[in-house]
């Protein structure tokens, strides 16, 4: 199988405007840093998603030990990015600018200019992994509409990954009932990260489950590739957000 460089694999991937296999579901897919706790009570995530129905974006998540969530976009509008389906469960939602570098086969930086984070994140994939990865790969994307086996991955990611009591099908914050499937799953053994200049700390495991507005998110370390798609809740806002993302990209003018 070989090793892993995903530092070639996922940089410059294309950015497209497309539509999901299922009808009436809008759709992200790329890649990024599923959940990472950190041993001083804070939770970082990230969201690369070039390929949906709306634009490009990125996307920094940040949980403070306190609890309180907050979603930072780059990206044409904070509702077509994942504010649109967990921006209820959060205290802030905000544009920023995201730098995202690969330093590395597996180790990634990720640089936000507001709030001043400078985070590094070194991706690793054991022998389960891969066999796991391997197998995913090939599995159809009927797969991913039959609850018994939504359910069998779930159990595995909790029980044999120590994922936690992760879901990949349920309801948003915002009511969109959606489905995460991550193809590929490496784990996050080190990182390093400091907001505003002040270190959060070093990967850990969550001694106890962590949520967004009743969403769990892992419990350890994971950097995911995949997709995720939810049912449309109003098909009439969907196809206005649509046309008025696609004529405000026409209207901008030529480089």
């Keep these: 199988?070989?090793?892993?460089?995903?530092?070639?694999?996922?940089?410059?991937?294309?950015?497209?405007?497309?539509?999901?296999?299922?009808?009436?579901?809008?759709?992200?897919?790329?890649?990024?840093?599923?959940?990472?706790?950190?041993?001083?009570?804070?939770?970082?995530?990230?969201r690369v998603f070039p390929d949906n129905?709306?634009?490009?974006?990125?996307?920094?998540?940040?949980?403070?030990?306190?609890?309180?969530?907050?979603?930072?976009?780059?990206?044409?509008?904070?509702?077509?990015a994942?504010?649109?389906?967990?921006?209820?469960?959060?205290?802030?939602?905000?544009?920023?600018?995201?730098?995202?570098?690969?330093?590395?086969?597996?180790?990634?930086?990720?640089?936000?200019?507001?709030?001043a984070l400078d985070w590094t994140v070194e991706?690793?994939?054991?022998?389960?992994?891969?066999?796991?990865?391997?197998?995913s790969r090939r599995l159809p994307l009927w797969t991913w509409r039959r609850d018994w086996l939504l359910r069998a991955r779930e159990r595995m990611a909790e029980r044999w990954l120590g994922m936690g009591p992760v879901r990949m099908k349920g309801q948003m914050p915002s009511g969109h009932?959606?489905?995460?499937?991550?193809?590929r799953m490496y784990f996050i053994e080190s990182s390093g990260a400091t907001l505003d200049g002040k270190s959060l700390g070093r990967p850990t495991r969550a001694a106890h489950?962590?949520?967004?507005?009743?969403?769990?998110?892992?419990?350890?370390?994971v950097l995911a590739i995949g997709q995720a798609a939810w049912e449309i809740r109003d098909p009439a806002e969907y196809q206005r957000t649509r046309a008025a993302l696609e004529a405000s990209n026409n209207s901008e003018p030529e480089a």
């Design 1 to 46: 199988m070989g090793s892993v460089d995903l530092a070639s694999e996922l940089t410059g991937l294309p950015e497209q405007r497309g539509h999901f296999p299922w009808p009436n579901h809008e759709y992200v897919r790329g890649w990024g840093v599923f959940g990472l706790p950190l041993d001083s009570g804070h939770y970082l995530a990230l």
């Design 177 to 183: 009932v959606g489905t995460l499937m991550p193809q």
């Design 209 to 221: 489950p962590i949520d967004i507005g009743g969403v769990p998110v892992p419990s350890r370390g």
């Design 53 to 80: 129905d709306f634009g490009a974006y990125r996307t920094v998540w940040h949980r403070d030990p306190a609890g309180s969530w907050s979603i930072f976009v780059d990206g044409p509008r904070l509702d077509t």
């Design 82 to 115: 994942c504010p649109r389906y967990y921006g209820a469960a959060c205290a802030v939602t905000a544009p920023a600018k995201i730098g995202v570098s690969w330093t590395g086969p597996m180790s990634l930086r990720v640089v936000v200019d507001r709030p």
């Design 123 to 135: 991706a690793t994939q054991t022998p389960l992994l891969r066999f796991m990865n391997w197998m």
